[in-house]
C-alpha cells in the first residue's frame, strides 16, 4: 500500500476538494435564474408551472427562497391572497411577516376579510381593483374559490388587462421588453453577469430573472425565440434595460405564428394579392414557429440532460466528502495505532 507524509496527503485532499469544486462550479453562472424547475420542488406537473414563475418574477406571488414548495392544488387562502396583495401593492412595512402584511391589505381595503378561502371575486378586489367582470352565472363565478396554481392562471392571463392603474406589470415598474431570437449571450466577468443580444440590441440580464421555457443555463439561450419580456432600468447603471423576466413559451409562439399567418392571408385575399401575400405571410409565421419547435426541443434536451448533469456534480461533490472523511478516519486511526503501541510507563 502506498504510503504518503503529511504534505502529500494535503496535497491530495487539496486536489480532490478542487475537483469537486470544479464539477459544480458550472451550475453556479446559472444558479440565480429561477425557472420552473428550480423555483419550487412540487410544481413540476402543475399546468400553471410556467405561470407561477411569471408571477413570482412580476411580484404578484410573493417569493421566498425560505419556501421549497408551492402547494399549487392547495385552495388559496385569503390571508395568502392578502399577503400577495400587500407586498405587490407595497402596503406592507418593511420587515413585516406574512400576518402583518395581511392585515395591511386588509386596512387598505384589498380584501374584505382574512378567514376563509379566497374566491375569484377576493382575486378581482385585490389586483385587479374589482374592474374585471366576473358573471354569477359565468365559467368563473366570482364566489368560486381557487387553487394556488388556479390563481396563478387566472391573474396571468390577464397581466394586460387595462386597468385605472395601469397594467399589472406596468404597476410593478416594468415595461414591456424586447422579443425575436437570441442572437448571443455574453458573460460579463467584471460585474459577474450576462448580456443578452436580441436583434441588433445588447440588454444585461438582471441577477435574478425569472425565464419561462427555457434552460436556467443562459448560454443554451442562443437560436431560440424570445416570445415577450419585461425590463426595468438596471441597478448599476439606469442607462441601460435590464431583463427581468423572460419568456421564451413556444406555444405561445407558435400560436402568435397561427394568427399572423391567417391575418396574412385574409389582408392578402383583400388587397388581390391573394397568393402571394398570403404565401409570404405563411412562410414567415413558418419560420416564426420553426424557431419556436427548435426552442421547444432544445428545452426539452437541455431539461433532460440537466437533472443528470446535477446529479453527476453533487456524486463528485459527495466523492470528495467521503475522501475528506476517509482521509480524517485514516488519521486518526493510526493515531489510536501510536498512542496503543506506546508502553504503559
Known amino acids: 500500500m502506498l504510503r504518503m507524509g503529511k504534505g502529500g496527503?494535503?496535497?491530495?485532499?487539496?486536489?480532490?476538494l478542487l475537483l469537486a469544486s470544479a464539477a459544480l462550479d458550472p451550475f453556479r453562472a446559472a444558479a440565480h435564474v429561477v425557472t420552473s424547475a428550480n423555483a419550487y420542488a412540487d410544481i413540476s406537473l402543475s399546468p400553471a408551472q410556467e405561470e407561477i414563475v411569471l408571477l413570482t418574477g412580476m411580484g404578484i406571488i410573493a417569493y421566498s427562497h425560505d419556501e421549497t414548495t408551492?402547494?399549487?392544488?392547495?385552495?388559496l387562502k385569503r390571508s395568502e391572497l392578502a399577503y400577495w396583495a400587500a407586498e405587490f401593492h407595497r402596503?406592507?412595512?418593511?420587515?413585516?411577516?406574512?400576518?402583518?402584511?395581511?392585515?395591511?391589505?386588509?386596512?387598505?381595503?384589498l380584501i374584505g376579510s382574512l378567514d376563509g378561502n379566497a374566491d375569484y371575486g377576493d382575486v378581482n378586489r385585490a389586483f385587479f381593483g374589482g374592474e374585471l367582470t366576473l358573471e354569477p352565472s359565468g365559467k368563473l363565478r366570482p364566489d368560486d374559490e381557487l387553487t394556488r396554481e388556479q390563481f396563478a392562471a387566472f391573474v396571468s392571463e390577464r397581466l394586460q388587462e387595462p386597468l385605472s392603474e395601469g397594467t399589472l406589470p406596468e404597476q410593478a415598474g416594468y415595461e414591456s421588453g424586447p422579443a425575436g431570437i437570441v442572437e448571443r449571450v455574453v458573460v460579463e466577468e467584471e460585474r459577474d453577469g450576462y448580456d443578452v443580444q436580441i436583434g441588433d440590441q445588447s440588454y444585461r440580464l438582471y441577477e435574478h430573472p425569472r425565464v419561462m421555457g427555457a434552460s436556467s443555463d443562459p448560454a443554451q439561450w442562443e437560436?431560440?425565440?424570445?416570445?415577450?419580456?419585461?425590463?426595468?432600468?438596471?441597478?448599476?447603471?439606469?442607462?441601460?434595460?435590464?431583463?427581468?423576466v423572460l419568456d421564451f413559451s413556444a406555444a405561445e409562439a407558435g400560436a402568435e405564428a397561427a394568427a399572423e399567418a391567417a391575418a396574412g392571408a385574409d389582408a392578402g385575399g383583400a388587397a388581390g394579392v391573394d397568393a402571394d401575400a398570403g404565401a409570404d405571410a405563411n412562410a414567415g409565421a413558418d419560420a416564426v414557429a420553426g424557431h419556436a419547435g427548435h426552442a421547444a426541443a432544445g428545452e426539452a434536451a437541455s431539461a433532460q440532460a440537466q437533472p443528470e448533469g446535477r446529479l453527476s456534480a453533487v456524486a463528485v461533490g459527495a466523492v470528495g466528502a467521503a475522501a475528506l472523511l476517509f482521509l480524517l478516519a485514516a488519521a486518526a486511526a493510526r493515531r489510536r495505532r501510536r498512542r496503543d503501541a506506546k508502553p504503559a510507563e
Open 9 to 16: 496527503r494535503t496535497i491530495v485532499l487539496a486536489a480532490m
Open 70 to 75: 408551492f402547494r399549487p392544488l392547495d385552495k
Open 91 to 109: 402596503q406592507a412595512e418593511a420587515g413585516a411577516t406574512a400576518e402583518q402584511a395581511a392585515r395591511s391589505a386588509l386596512s387598505a381595503g
Open 223 to 244: 437560436g431560440q425565440v424570445l416570445v415577450r419580456s419585461w425590463t426595468k432600468p438596471d441597478a448599476a447603471d439606469s442607462r441601460k434595460l435590464a431583463l427581468h
